[in-house]
Every structure is written in C-alpha cells, then in structure tokens.
Nanobody
Framework: QVQLVESGGGLVQAGGSLRLSCAAS????????MGWYRQAPGKQRDLVAV???????NYADSVKGRFTISRDNAKKTVYLQMNSLKPEDTAVYYC??????WGTGWRDYWGQGTQVTVSS
C-alpha cells in the first residue's frame, strides 16, 4: 500500500503564495506520474498540474504562469508552488500518484486533501 500525505494548505490573501507538499510512503518500487487536483464546493475534481517521472509537466490553463509543480524522487515527494493566488483558487487540493508497491501492481493513489482558501 502507498500513503500520500499532503501539507502546506491554509488561508492566504489574494496575490499571496503557498507551497503544497505531498510525500509518499510505503514499500514503493516505482512512481510514475504525480499530480495535484482540486475540488471546490459543489464542483467536480479537476486537474491542476501533473509531472511525469521524466519531469515533463502539464498545467490547467487557469494556473499556467502562476503555479509550478516539481518533484523530488529521492524523497518521493511532489510540490506545488502557488503564486499570485486568486479567490477562485479556493478549493481542497488533492495529491495523486500512480505507483507500484509491494504486493500490488500499478495503482492510482490519493491523499486526504488539504484546504486552500484565498481571501479577496
């Protein structure tokens, strides 16, 4: 099994910055894509950014130029640097990883979510 634990959410004023972290733990053989999704109240969960094992990245149009995703493979951790935050970025942010762990094949894993609130 793989556990993903997020940290770094909180309350920030519009124009401010936050950095989210997500660390994977367990007996992990390999991790492919890692990403961040978000879900605002009453809305579906949407992709924010994804980074491949080769460090290729992809972003939602709404965050391009403001958010940066990165990963540290040695630490099995993915980060999301969020700058120039807007009230519409308010949501619960979820970490996602495709991983192969002891006793399992490739599976999709999710963190518990961390709240990001941007005040105007």
């Amino acid at each position: 099994q793989v556990q993903l634990v997020e940290s770094g959410g909180g309350l920030v004023q519009a124009g401010g910055s936050l950095r989210l972290s997500c660390a994977a733990s367990g007996i992990i053989f390999s991790i492919n894509d890692m990403g961040w999704y978000r879900q605002a109240p009453g809305k579906q969960r949407d992709l924010v950014a994804v980074i491949t094992s080769g460090d290729s990245t992809n972003y939602a149009d709404s965050v391009k130029g403001r958010f940066t995703i990165s990963r540290d493979n040695a630490k099995k951790t993915v980060y999301l640097q969020m700058n120039s935050l807007k009230p519409e970025d308010t949501a619960v942010y979820y970490c996602n990883a495709e991983a192969k762990a002891w006793g399992t094949g490739w599976r999709d894993y999710w963190g518990q979510g961390t709240q990001v609130t941007v005040s105007s």
